[in-house]
C-alpha cells in the first residue's frame, strides 16, 4: 500500500500516540525536556542573586531560548533514530501520509512542549520572583511557540543527519548564531547594520523580542503580535520542509 497524501486526523493522532508511548519508557529525554530548562532558570536566578534586576531583564528572554534549544536537541536526536533504524521506512510503506508522520510527531513533542513551558513559566514567575509587567499567560503563549520552533527545527535537520553525534553537531550551526544574535546580550539595533540585518532574519530574535513586550508592557502590543506570528510562521513552514524530506528509503 502507498502512502496517501491526505491529512487525516486519526492516523495523526495514532501516530503522535507511538511517539508519546516510546517517551514514556525514556526517562532520560522526558528529564531533559521538562526539567533541564527549569534548572537552568533556577541556577540562573542565583547565579544573579544579588542584582534580581539582571535576572528580570534577561530571564524573560532565556525562557524562550531554553526550551526551543532542548526541543531541537531531543527533537532531532529522536526522529533520527527513527530514520536510521528503517521505522520512518516501514511506516511510510504503510496508509501514512508525509503530513501525518510530522504532524503526529509535531504533536506529540508539542504536547511535551506544554508541560515544559508551563513548569518553566511557573518557576520563573510564581517561584523566582520574575518580573512581568504583562501577563504571564503570555510568556506561557511565546514559551509554547519558541518550543514548537524548536521541535521543527529538529525534524527538519534530522534529515541531514547519519548519526546521533551528526544531528548534535547542527546544534552550533542552528542554534548558535540564532543565539549571538537575538539580542540576548546586546541590543540588535547596537550591532554592526550587517549583523541585525541577518539577525532580522532568524526567528529567535522574535521570540526574545516577544518575550521582552511581555516583560515590559502591560497590554498586548502591536509588536508582540508580530513576534508571535513569525515565530509560528516560521514553526510552520520548517514543519511543511521537514514533511518534504521524508523518503521512501531511510537515510
Known amino acids: 500500500m502507498t502512502a496517501t497524501s491526505a491529512l487525516s486526523l486519526p492516523r495523526t493522532t495514532a501516530t503522535a500516540a507511538r511517539v508519546l508511548r516510546q517517551l514514556r519508557h525514556d526517562p532520560r529525554t522526558i528529564a531533559l525536556m521538562i526539567l533541564v530548562p527549569c534548572v537552568m532558570l533556577f541556577l540562573l536566578r542565583y547565579v544573579f542573586d544579588g542584582s534580581a534586576r539582571t535576572f528580570d531583564t534577561i530571564g524573560a528572554s532565556l525562557l524562550g531560548i531554553f526550551p526551543l ?3 531541537f536537541l531531543v527533537t532531532s536526536i529522536a526522529t533520527l533514530r527513527e530514520r536510521t533504524s528503517g521505522t520512518l521506512e516501514r511506516l511510510l510503506a504503510m496508509p501514512l501520509g508525509k503530513g501525518d508522520l510530522i504532524a503526529g510527531y509535531a504533536l506529540a513533542f508539542g504536547a511535551v512542549a506544554v ?3 508551563a513548569l518553566a513559566t511557573g518557576l520563573a514567575v510564581w517561584f523566582l520572583d520574575l518580573d512581568v509587567v ?3 499567560w503570555l510568556l506561557l503563549l511565546v514559551a509554547l511557540l ?4 524548536g521541535t521543527a527545527l529538529g525534524l527538519f535537520v534530522s534529515a541531514f ?3 546521533e553525534f551528526q544531528a548534535v553537531q547542527f546544534m552550533p550551526a542552528v542554534i548558535f548564531p540564532q543565539l549571538l544574535l537575538c539580542g540576548l546580550f546586546t541590543p540588535r539595533d547596537a550591532m554592526h547594520p550587517v549583523l541585525e ?3 532580522d532574519l532568524l526567528p529567535m530574535s522574535y521570540a526574545v523580542d516577544g518575550m521582552n513586550e511581555v516583560l515590559h508592557h502591560a497590554d498586548l502590543t502591536a509588536a ?3 513576534d508571535i506570528t513569525i515565530v509560528a510562521a516560521v514553526a510552520l513552514l520548517v514543519l511543511t520542509l ?5 523518503k521512501r528509503r531511510s537515510a
Request: glycine share 8%.
Open 161 to 163: 543527519a547519519a548519526s
Open 134 to 136: 504583562g501577563s504571564p
Open 224 to 226: 508582540f503580535l508580530r
Open 69 to 71: 534549544i532542548t526541543m
Open 146 to 149: 519558541d518550543a514548537l520552533l
Open 242 to 246: 521537514g514533511a518534504a524530506t521524508l
Open 197 to 199: 540585518a541577518v539577525s
Open 115 to 117: 508541560v515544559q513551558s
